[in-house]
T-cell receptor
Framework: EPEVTQTPSHQVTQMGQEVILRCVPI?????FYWYRQILGQKVEFLVS????????KSEIFDDQFSVERPDGSNFTLKIRSTKLEDSAMYFC????????????FGPGTRLLVL | AQRVTQPEKLLSVFKGAPVELKCNYS??????LFWYVQYSRQRLQLLLR??SRESIKGFTADLNKGETSFHLKKPFAQEEDSAMYYC???????FGQGTILTVHP
């Protein structure tokens, strides 16, 4: 089973600050995904990333969000100017093949915006 | 738009009892359906997917296109089955709200 790590595990930030969440797959993968889960709510899709570009994004993924693979391995989610409502658990997921294959999730980053 | 509904937020059963976690979906095309599980302090992990038709840890799920359902079943629940269970749809996963299953000794 592919392994995915995420850093940091927890982050506390002030409203308006930029945060970068990192996803590190242990081996080469093609599809990357970011999801978030606000406390007490369902897991929500944010964005999918294939072949170094966004393949699909949700309405949540507005101009405050961006994703990239800066060094060909790490996959990052940046929130430019955090809002209180960005407080959530953020999960990275990967697949090694087709779009609809099993997704392997990272442990998540808990973001708290004060 | 695609949607997944898990009507039960909490489900409690006793060890050895049958368990069924309900999932209904809404999708106009041909669905890919998954059950993910999250044990305490662990990451989300795949339990099973309809296309493989496997039985994992004694769990099975049958896709019923007529009823647009993908209910998860196990004939004899075990205490270690206690976890949060999510039904999910398609590649860009649309998740249900999740059901917390508690199996009492």
């Amino acid at each position: 089973e592919p392994e995915v790590t995420q850093t940091p595990s927890h982050q506390v930030t002030q409203m308006g600050q930029e945060v970068i969440l990192r996803c590190v797959p242990i081996s080469n993968h093609l599809y990357f995904y970011w999801y978030r889960q606000i406390l007490g709510q369902k897991v929500e899709f944010l964005v999918s990333f294939y072949n170094n570009e966004i393949s699909e994004k949700s309405e949540i993924f507005d101009d405050q969000f961006s994703v990239e693979r800066p060094d060909g391995s790490n996959f990052t989610l940046k929130i430019r100017s955090t809002k209180l409502e960005d407080s959530a658990m953020y999960f990275c997921a990967i697949t090694s093949g087709n779009y609809a294959e099993t997704q392997y999730f990272g442990p998540g980053t808990r973001l708290l915006v004060l | 738009a695609q949607r997944v509904t898990q009507p039960e937020k909490l489900l409690s059963v006793f060890k050895g009892a049958p368990v069924e976690l309900k999932c209904n979906y809404s999708y106009s095309g041909s669905p890919e359906l998954f059950w993910y599980v999250q044990y305490s302090r662990q990451r989300l992990q795949l339990l099973l997917r309809h296309i493989s038709r496997e039985s994992i840890k004694g769990f099975t799920a049958d896709l019923n296109k007529g009823e647009t359902s993908f209910h998860l079943k196990k004939p004899f629940a075990q205490e270690e089955d206690s976890a949060m269970y999510y039904c999910a749809l398609n590649g860009k996963l649309t998740f249900g709200q999740g059901t917390i299953l508690t199996v009492h000794p």
